[in-house]
């Protein structure tokens, strides 16, 4: 699987959006980015996946360069709750279940 | 059930001491996944499940680390001769996938089982 470079910590008011970076410049043509996120105390959760084209649920937005070499993860309107260490995840669509590699991700702190 | 379940949520052993953690996964996921967390540290793999059996055991650090599946749904992940360095949150998750190339494979994680050995 690829691997992912992000900056490891990143400051947000409360209320403006949250752009988190991800360069994975080394992705293959079959490989998905991944979004998950760790609050303190809790297991990772799972906010957003997408293989090329930009994505939005109700969590947040991806959005995935045209060469695919690097994405931002964007929360609109960031609060206090989205505190949080952010993980990309890049990983080949293989057939099956296999695993995700974790590095070591962006430490986002939202603040008032 | 509602989400994945582990227990016990914290243990302290002594070094040297077999230990258990046990993961309930969501009800109907077919893959489960051991992880473990250092302090500072991204989640580190240790071995998935596909079903009852290990479809990819090679994150297990050495053979004092075990998991098992019997039933294809309950996971027990033991350690044992614990070390100091074994101190850590381990996770575990599970997923739905089924198989084939069309989608992704989404994780969902408990919250952890924080073994300290003193």
């Known amino acids: 699987d690829a691997k992912t470079t992000q900056p490891p910590s990143m400051d947000c008011a409360e209320g403006r959006a949250a752009n988190l970076p991800c360069n994975h410049s080394?992705?293959?043509?079959?490989?998905?980015v991944y979004w998950y996120r760790q609050i303190h105390s809790q297991g990772p959760q799972y906010i957003i996946h997408?293989?090329?084209n930009n994505e939005t649920n109700e969590m947040a937005s991806l959005i995935i360069t045209e060469d695919r070499k690097s994405s931002t993860l964007i929360l609109p309107h960031a609060t206090l709750r989205d505190t949080a260490v952010y993980y990309c995840i890049v990983r080949g669509n293989t057939g099956t279940a296999s695993k995700l590699t974790f590095g070591t991700g962006t430490r986002l702190q939202v603040t008032l | 059930g509602a989400g994945v379940s582990q227990t016990p949520s914290n243990k302290v052993t002594e070094k040297g001491k077999y230990v258990e953690l046990r993961c309930d996964p969501i009800?109907?996921?077919?893959?489960l996944y051991w992880y473990r967390q250092s302090l500072g540290q991204g989640p580190e793999f240790l071995i998935y499940f596909q079903g009852t059996g290990a479809a990819d055991d090679s994150g297990l650090p050495n053979d004092r680390f075990f998991a098992v599946r019997p039933e294809g749904s309950v996971s027990t992940l033991k350690i044992q001769r614990t070390e100091r360095g074994d101190s850590a949150v381990y996770l575990c998750?599970?997923?739905?996938?089924?198989?084939?190339?069309?989608?992704?494979?989404?994780?969902?994680f408990g919250a952890g089982s924080r073994l300290t050995v003193l």
């Open positions: 080394t992705i293959s043509g079959n490989e998905y």
């Open positions: 009800s109907g996921h077919t893959a």
């Open positions: 998750a599970s997923s739905s996938f089924l198989g084939g190339y069309s989608g992704a494979n989404v994780l969902t």
């Open positions: 997408g293989l090329k």
